[in-house]
């Protein structure tokens, strides 16, 4: 088991693939195809393309605030550990896993273009919408997964937060009731070192965040977040122990936000340069590249091509997501309960009753 | 006395700076405060002046920031929290209202709680969702908080320094889209407006209209709109909500016969409803017609493609003032 020989009490960390794309554990490698990674690869590059086309969106005003994934990607490997009909439960900076697993790319954009249709999910696709107030949300993994537990279903849950989010008070009481109720639900950390501005050593006295798991008697990881097989092997482990009745996991992933916090925040005024400089080399999708390219996988060409589908997926979902309008007066009001109240119908009446005398007068 | 033309936002950490240097109990602790000087900047500048013991970034976790200034005001701190949005305060809502608001009544006045929670609440900076509540109801509905929300500069300084001095629990508002839309000369040194009194913006003879914060902004805008029907209302700006200023607001609806009250939060039990009631009881004797009610509505805030349906707005205002002047 991975948790015993990465126990996190002696500050261990699961890495696989260095920073320049070689193997160090081959014995540890998980068992992927080269198709499969390829589709991990991909993934992890659409991610990226989506984020900085929202970027260049959000700086002309075509988007509003959001947190940008750039340099978390990996992401997409925990996510690929599932089974499309498990769950997800994100935080706010998960869009490169939940297009994996199945958002349309335009509801990532819908969402921050300010339309309640980004938070809609097709049809089977089980994620949550964002959750912003942070660390609220995995108590709802915790529950999600009790349930399947409860009715006898094979279905875990996996939720996403931050360092950040482990002060919060209700990540305590999820990992509590995880680890007492024995739920199938995967705690999977990014710790990307800055909660805007504080730093992880200001967030707990901890020496890992991994090491939390072992108060809560659950098995805890730390591992390097941005190595895709690391990343990998850990959820895979973690997921089948849910699927098989073992247990909660808390991962620990180590990674890093290239970006600011949110576009509304300013990283340079709390950060070191050189912070950046140490992980920029450790590029969660570059250090892949360079692992294909090594194992003669992947080239100029196929990278092209690659981004080229990337460009063209991210593009149409713009153009769709843009040409939405803006919301109307049902929108706002009809899924505030399975039906309207008296008084919200009440209150439309006299709202559309506004919005006819405001055009009648031009 | 030395005045500057500043903002809202300047004028919170000119409040906060002022009440520092004065009084050395005055601490401030929240998420990003101190390096980053805050999510809105207001405490810029406020953790090299001083220093890290006094200027706190903490943990983030809205009931620690919360449950911790307590246990430093019963210890003689005068802490003042920052909470980034108000969607982000409750958590924190069970020390507030099982602890910071009932602990001077339960040790019988041994025990008290001078703390300050502030936040930046309200709709209208296009902002992401949970970043544009508007519920103060939760807070006035609790015996023992004070609440203040204050609508230009000046009163924004002013409110806060007698806020931080209040013995008790204060919740301080700041509506975000009044953060640094209007700017105005604010006395640089000691200014003090009372809690628990309001103010007349503006006098006049056909209609009280009785707001606060970003929506006493739509009504001076409503007003302008009624001139031209010669319609003259008198805005009051609340200011303090609880304790509301109630002689203020008698005494104005007296005179003009009608009261119109606008308020950005949802609809049922907002602070109008109170207010609507508190007319009923004690001025239904002058009242030329019946109370009206502008708000939001009684649905969750839109994103901002949606918000435009949601908060009053000056023409919202104008035709509920020109259905009770012409009843």
């Known amino acids: ?362 | 006395m030395n005045m500057a033309k500043i903002t809202m936002v300047e004028a919170v950490t000119n409040a906060l700076d002022y009440e520092m240097s004065r009084d050395k109990s005055v601490v401030v602790l929240g998420e990003d405060v101190g390096v980053d000087g805050g999510v809105f900047r207001a405490t810029d500048g406020l953790i090299k002046k001083y220093g890290s013991d006094r200027v706190i970034d903490t943990p983030l976790a809205e009931s620690g920031i919360v449950g911790a200034s307590i246990g430093m005001a019963i210890n003689g701190l005068r802490p003042v929290a920052e909470i980034q949005f108000m969607g982000f305060t409750y958590p924190a809502v069970d020390q507030l209202i099982s602890h910071a608001s009932r602990m001077r009544n339960r040790s019988r006045g041994v025990f008290t709680c001078p703390i300050v929670v502030r936040a930046p609440y309200g709709i209208g900076v296009k902002a992401l969702e949970h970043h544009s509540e508007s519920t103060e109801a939760y807070f006035i509905h609790t015996p023992g908080l004070k609440v203040v929300v204050p609508s230009s500069p000046s009163d924004c300084k002013g409110l806060l320094i007698s806020a931080i001095r209040d013995p008790d629990p204060v919740i301080f508002l700041e509506p975000t889209r009044l953060y640094r839309s209007v700017k105005e000369e604010v006395p640089s040194g000691e200014h003090i407006v009372p809690l628990g009194k309001a103010k007349i913006v503006q006098e006049g003879m056909d209609c009280t209209i009785v707001s606060w914060g970003a929506m006493l902004h739509e009504c001076m805008k409503a007003a302008e709109l009624l001139q031209k029907d010669e319609i003259f209302p008198e805005i009051i700006d609340l200011r303090t909500l609880s304790p509301m200023d109630t002689e203020a607001i008698l005494s104005s609806v007296k005179k003009t016969g009608r009261c119109v009250v606008v308020q950005e939060a949802p609809r049922t039990l907002g602070l109008s409803s109170e207010i609507s009631a508190l007319i009923m009881e004690k001025a239904l004797e002058h009242l030329q017609a019946p109370v009206q009610r502008v708000t939001s509505f009684d649905i969750i805030p839109p994103l901002q493609r949606g918000e435009q349906h949601y908060p009053p707005d000056p023409y919202r205002i104008y035709r509920s003032v020109k259905k009770v002047v012409e009843m």
């Open chain 1, 1 to 362: 088991m991975l948790c015993d020989e990465f126990d996190p009490l002696k500050e261990k960390k699961l890495e696989i693939m260095d920073k320049d794309g070689n193997i160090l554990r081959k014995d540890l490698m998980p068992n992927l195809s080269n198709e499969q990674i390829k589709e991990l690869y991909y993934y992890m590059l659409l991610g990226r393309v989506a984020d900085t086309k929202a970027l260049a969106l959000q700086r002309q005003g075509r988007m509003y605030t959001f947190a940008p994934v750039l340099g978390q990607e990996a992401q997409v490997a925990a996510a690929y550990a599932l089974k499309k009909t498990d769950w997800i439960v994100p935080a706010f900076r998960e869009q490169a896993a939940c297009i994996y697993f199945g958002m349309p790319i335009k509801n990532f954009f819908m969402y921050y273009m300010g339309h309640e249709l980004g938070s809609m999910m097709p049809k089977n696709i089980k994620i949550l919408p964002v959750s912003i107030p942070v660390g609220s949300h995995p108590l709802h993994a915790v529950g999600i997964s009790w349930a399947s537990k409860i009715k006898k279903e094979k279905d875990v849950a996996m939720t996403f937060f931050g360092d950040g989010a482990t002060s919060e008070g209700d990540f305590h009481e999820a990992m509590n009731f995880a680890g007492v109720l024995k739920t199938p639900t995967i705690f999977y950390c990014q710790n990307n070192h800055w909660a805007i501005s504080i730093p992880r050593e200001k967030q707990t006295a901890s020496k890992t965040i991994a090491q939390k798991a072992v108060a809560y008697g659950m098995p805890g990881i730390q591992i390097d977040g941005n190595d895709v097989f690391a990343v990998y092997a850990a959820s895979k482990e973690a997921v089948d122990r849910a699927r098989n009745g073992d247990g909660p996991t808390l991962i620990e992933a180590v990674t890093y936000r290239f970006g600011p916090h949110t576009t509304a925040d300013d990283p340079t005024k709390y950060r070191k340069d050189r912070e950046l400089e140490y992980w920029k080399p450790r590029d969660p999708i570059e250090r892949l590249k360079k692992y294909m390219a090594a194992n003669k996988m992947w080239d100029e060409k196929q990278e092209k091509k690659a981004l080229e589908k990337a460009y063209q997926e991210v593009e149409k979902a713009v153009a769709e997501a843009e040409k939405t309008p803006n919301q109307s007066v049902d929108e706002v009001f009809d899924y505030t309960y399975a039906a309207l109240t008296p008084q919200l119908i009440e209150q439309k009446a006299y709202l559309n009753k506004v919005h006819d005398e405001k055009r009648s007068r031009g």
